[in-house]
């Protein structure tokens, strides 16, 4: 009987660990955006209204439903060409995975994405803490995703 208990609790530790370290908090990301991205991004909606960061901010693009949004993309911002290619070229759709992975290091992400040691970030800052480069991703989510999901398929 101590044998199956056993294993029964290190089948469990296992599935465990391809968690996170860490629990993600939209709460938590919201605080961090305030902190960190608001200087440079800001998240405003469909209709104009300003939903985070400052409302005239044009440094970085508009944040609004860039979880799922093919990377490099918004009309009207000014991209730099190894974004653009992670997009277009090698398929760079952003996750969660991915925002947290491009948040820590842009530049290495970047050049690991396009396989090209020459690939260059315009966003220069980088989110030290995995922790809460994964709170400002799970925030992020939460931003236009409910009107992804209620658009008429087709």
Known sequence: MKFVTKAAIGAFALTLSGLPAFA????????????????????????????AGRPNM?????????????????????????LV?????????WSEEELIAYLQDPRGYLREKLDNNRAR???AFQVRSESDAADVAAYLATFGAS?????PAG
Request: glycine residues 14%; negative net charge.
């Open 24 to 51: 993600q908090s939209a709460e938590d990301g919201a605080t961090v955006f305030q902190r960190q991205c608001q200087n440079c991004h800001n998240i405003v909606d469909d209709s104009g209204e300003v939903l």
């Open 147 to 151: 009107e992804a999901e209620e658009a």
């Open 121 to 123: 970030s315009q966003m």
């Open 85 to 93: 290619s992670a997009g277009a070229e090698a398929g760079l759709v």
């Open 58 to 82: 044009r440094t970085g693009p508009n944040l609004y439903g860039v979880v799922g949004r093919q990377a490099g993309i918004i009309d009207g911002f000014r991209y730099g060409d190894d």
